[in-house]
């Protein structure tokens, strides 16, 4: 089993429709968690932390952890073509002093 | 806030030569960088921690004596590619994390590395 899982993808959704991410991870003591979105050919991009269990909104972007569960996800609502790219979870567990664990990504597609 | 540069973006270079890559921490002070390689269509690699002024931390079957890293400074950490052979052609990317951000990394724009 992976440290962190993803959605193996590619995900498609239309224009203007809400997309959902998945992701899961095995170390119950992790405490931050990312998500950074990577266009073909370029680096990631952070879009969202989240430390604390339930929702954090940003414009059209919302991250929701459970640690319970070991599952964190994002939001995209109202997508965009431009939304379209691979999206990477990341997690820190609890001894790697700031390193943190990647997930293989699920790839975004938005159609118009 | 929060920018990292790399240096160079794309380089070129002949089988058994050695290539060094920068980056750098632009607008704060980066106590770790980390260095991945990306194979066309596949995922982040993680290669080694850097902690200034200590050695790297390199991953499971990552060659420190192939990939040399020096992180002399808060705000410079380099990458050197030694002997470099075609199979050493991928996308190296940096990320920087100080404290004050909560341990988020902040990567670069990447570096693509072509061994002929």
């Known amino acids: 089993q992976k440290e962190v899982e993803q959605n193996s993808g590619p995900l498609s959704v239309p224009e203007g429709a809400i997309a959902s991410l998945n992701c899961t991870y095995s170390?119950?003591?992790?405490?931050?968690f990312f998500w950074y979105r990577q266009y073909s050919g370029k680096s990631p991009e952070l879009i969202m932390s989240?430390?604390?269990?339930g929702d954090k909104e940003d414009g059209r972007f919302t991250a929701q952890l459970n640690k319970a569960s070991q599952y964190v996800s994002l939001l995209i609502r109202d997508s965009q073509p431009s939304d379209s790219a691979t999206y990477l979870c990341?997690?820190?567990?609890?001894?790697?002093?700031?390193?943190?664990?990647f997930g293989d990504g699920t790839t975004l597609t938005v159609k118009p | 806030g929060a920018v990292v540069s790399q240096h160079p973006s794309r380089v070129i270079c002949k089988s058994g030569t050695s290539v060094k890559i920068e980056c750098r921490s632009l607008?704060?002070?980066?106590?770790?960088m980390f260095w991945y390689r990306q194979f066309p269509k596949q995922s982040l690699m993680l290669m080694a921690t850097?902690?200034?002024?200590?050695?790297?931390?390199?991953e499971q079957g990552v060659e420190k004596d192939k990939f040399l890293i020096n992180h002399a400074s808060l705000t410079l950490s380099t990458l050197t590619v030694t002997s470099a052979h075609p199979e050493d052609s991928s996308f190296y990317i940096c990320?920087?994390?100080?404290?004050?951000?909560?341990?988020?990394?902040?990567f670069g724009p990447g570096t693509r590395l072509l061994v002929l």
């Open positions: 990320s920087a994390s100080s404290g004050q951000f909560q341990e988020t990394q902040y």
């Open positions: 170390d119950r003591g992790s405490q931050s």
């Open positions: 989240i430390y604390s269990n």
């Open positions: 990341a997690v820190n567990m609890d001894t790697n002093a700031g390193k943190s664990t």
């Open positions: 607008d704060f002070q980066a106590t770790t």
């Open positions: 850097s902690n200034e002024g200590s050695k790297a931390t390199y």
